[in-house]
């Protein structure tokens, strides 16, 4: 049988630096760039942290969790790992691409694991215009904010807009508003993975509007064109006990 090389990334608090200690001290390692599998220890932020840095070597994440949520994390045990990871089952993800084009004429690109949100800069509300494969679908929102979400980053910033959660097995995306103004009744779209999002900004000098792909931030934008990067996969690693699917259900029906 294939030898699984292993190495262990941590969060930066005491709690998950000293579970990799544990576990690197337990089992046989390697450096992130020489292993099979990459263990992440901290919560669902640093899975997203993990995610984005390892994104190019297009090797497996497993979880385990030492943050609060851990959504996306598996139960922490420094027992039988190796045969745990032998085990998980797979889920594969696919990032949005982002492309912005700002006021002073340049463009922009990053890849989003969660979302892509558009907020506004100052005390005025934004307008946007928004337009799904060449359709305008509302030709005007004022907002604070609009994002499109994947599955996993549903249940991130995209729940506390009041956005749906979406199983991470369900080919769709949630686009959602953040504290919409006019019109006032709409609440969001579920939209078939493949569809192309445009945000236009209406009167970006006076009401400017930034976008952010995850952790990356792009100021003063005009337009934001918005796509599933179909070419990335990313994948996690869950304990089959885990049992992602019931987690996400619970969730939406949690008080």
């Given at each position: 049988m294939k030898k699984t090389n292993i190495a262990f990334v941590a969060t930066d608090t005491a709690q998950a630096k000293g579970a990799r200690a544990a576990l690197q001290s337990r089992y046989a390692h390697v450096?992130?760039?020489?292993?099979?599998?990459?263990?992440?220890?901290?919560?669902?932020?640093?899975?997203?942290?993990?995610?984005?840095?390892?994104?190019?070597r297009g090797v497996p994440i497993y979880g385990l969790n030492q943050g609060s949520v851990g959504f996306l994390m598996n139960e922490f045990s420094d027992g039988d790992l190796k045969a745990r990871v032998a085990k998980a089952e797979t889920v594969t993800l696919h990032p949005l691409r982002m492309t912005v084009k700002t006021a002073d004429g340049k463009t922009r690109r990053a890849i989003a694991v969660n979302e892509v949100s558009l907020l506004r800069e100052t005390y005025q509300a934004a307008k946007v215009r928004i337009t799904v494969d060449k359709v305008v679908r509302l030709d005007e929102l004022i907002c604070d904010g609009?994002?499109?979400?994947?599955?996993?980053?549903?249940?991130?910033?995209?729940?506390?807009?009041?956005?749906?959660?979406?199983?991470?097995?369900?080919?769709?995306?949630?686009?959602t508003p953040i504290s919409?103004?006019?019109?006032?009744?709409?609440?969001?779209?579920?939209?078939?993975?493949?569809?192309?999002?445009?945000?236009?900004?209406?009167?970006?000098?006076?009401?400017?509007?930034?976008?952010?792909?995850?952790?990356?931030?792009?100021?003063?934008?005009?337009?934001?064109?918005?796509?599933?990067?179909?070419?990335?996969?990313?994948?996690?690693?869950?304990?089959?006990?885990?049992?992602?699917?019931?987690?996400?259900?619970?969730?939406?029906?949690?008080p």
């Open positions: 450096p992130p760039s020489k292993a099979d599998v990459i263990v992440a220890i901290g919560g669902d932020g640093f899975m997203l942290e993990t995610l984005h840095r390892f994104m190019n609009v994002l499109i979400s994947t599955p996993a980053g549903s249940t991130a910033y995209n729940l506390s807009a009041h956005g749906p959660i979406l199983p991470l097995s369900a080919e769709v995306l949630a686009l919409a103004f006019r019109p006032r009744r709409w609440r969001g779209a579920i939209l078939p993975r493949s569809a192309k999002v445009r945000f236009d900004v209406l009167e970006n000098g006076k009401r400017p509007v930034s976008a952010v792909a995850d952790h990356t931030e792009v100021r003063d934008v005009v337009s934001v064109d918005v796509r599933e990067d179909s070419m990335r996969s990313l994948k996690l690693l869950f304990d089959p006990e885990h049992d992602l699917e019931e987690r996400i259900l619970n969730e939406q029906f949690a």
